[in-house]
């Protein structure tokens, strides 16, 4: 049987974006290539792997898991399922770190819950003066952020932490973080995606502020006098987590819109 790469795009079987990035990865082709050659007829293995990524995408698996890649500040991520998959608002925590970030001088940053490394690979590629570690619970994830590290040529300190936990006295210019915040009887996480990404990465506890409570409290201890504190939230944590961290004595407290103009990242400076 002949399948054309543009009877699979037109196919309806999946979302024609999707099939474009599983065609992308199957064929070993650019966008630009499967756009200009339509008519390229798959091979009966290519027609297999493809037919075998539908199926499992129609079973809702997300793309980044079938690919074992996501984009993330214009960066390919590898992403596999023993970590949250990057999300484009995630994005707008890099952007903050870095206009806080000292100039003219080499400054510290620690990533929290790292994951796939992404925040931290960002905001080390784009200023590679600055000293960045990473820390997460999961060693499956600290092999994948040091593997993304390496493929996009940041330097990285990586260290097994149960948040601040194995970091002693250390102190650091800005923190960033991106921590479970997802309360555990949320609906969500029985649709889309969540359902096949790791627990442990999403839910807090039964409020959803477990783990930015943990973190607003023990930053302060850590963050050298005119340090920032910076954490991704839930749609509707912003304005608890701006009473936090005034209760938590931080200054200049605010909250930041994502390109959806939910308030998705706030912070302050002690």
Sequence with gaps: MTERVGDLLRAGEIDQADARVLLRGVLQLTDAQIAAHPERELTDDERGQYRALVARRRAGEPVAYLTGEREFYSMAMKITPAVLIPRPETELLVDLALQRAPQGRAFRVLDLAT???????AIAHARPAASVTATDVSTAALALARE??????????????????????????????????????????????????????????????????????????????????????????????????????????FSARDLAGIERVSGGQV
């Excluded at 302060?220 to 209760?247: K, N, Q």
């Design 148 to 253: 993304n590290a390496g493929r996009h040529g940041a330097a990285l300190e990586l260290i097994e932490s149960d948040w601040f936990e194995a970091l002693a006295a250390r102190r650091f210019d800005i923190i960033v973080a991106n921590p479970p915040y997802v309360a555990a009887n949320d609906r969500h996480l029985d649709e889309g995606d969540l359902r096949f990404e790791p627990r442990g990465a999403l839910v807090a506890g039964p409020t959803g502020y477990e783990c930015i409570d943990k973190i607003v409290a023990q930053s302060p201890r850590h963050l050298e006098p005119g340090g920032w504190l910076l954490v991704e939230h839930g749609h509707d944590h912003a304005a608890g987590c701006r009473d936090r961290l005034a209760r938590g004595k931080f200054k200049e407290v």
């Design 115 to 121: 994951g796939s490394g992404c925040v931290a690979v």
